[in-house]
Nanobody
Framework: DVQLQASGGGLVQAGGSLRLSCAAS????????IGWFRQAPGKERERLSC????????YFEDSAKGRFTISSDGAKNTVYLQMNSLEPEDTAVYYC?????????????????WGRGTLVTVSS
């Protein structure tokens, strides 16, 4: 079974940082790109970033550019989302997802797999 376990959320003050982790099992980063979405209360789910080790590509939506970085550790089968300069507007549940090989697939179809979310709360 494929499992994506997101962790690292918590409460942080505005301007602070958090690093989210997505530990994958049942698949490998050689075959799947890993992306991050978030959903704030009362808002639609939003795509944030994606990394594909096999294609050597990284994508960031405008809301993540300049503040968030994404990286991977193939040995641990884990992807990280480093979030800096956090703002109260970043408060949301953050989810990691997996899609076959290409991050671009996230722009045309739902992810193949979703993980359970981790809550990030940014206080002002």
């Amino acid at each position: 079974d494929v499992q994506l376990q997101a962790s690292g959320g918590g409460l942080v003050q505005a301007g602070g940082s958090l690093r989210l982790s997505c530990a994958a099992s049942g698949l490998t980063l050689d075959d799947y790109a890993i992306g991050w979405f978030r959903q704030a209360p009362g808002k639609e789910r939003e795509r944030l970033s994606c990394i594909s080790d096999s294609e050597g590509e990284k994508y960031f939506e405008d809301s993540a550019k300049g503040r968030f970085t994404i990286s991977s550790d193939g040995a641990k089968n884990t992807v990280y989302l480093q979030m800096n300069s956090l703002e109260p507007e970043d408060t949301a549940v953050y989810y990691c997802v997996a899609v076959r090989i290409l991050c671009l697939r996230l722009y045309s179809a739902p992810p193949d797999y979703w993980g359970r979310g981790t809550l990030v709360t940014v206080s002002s």
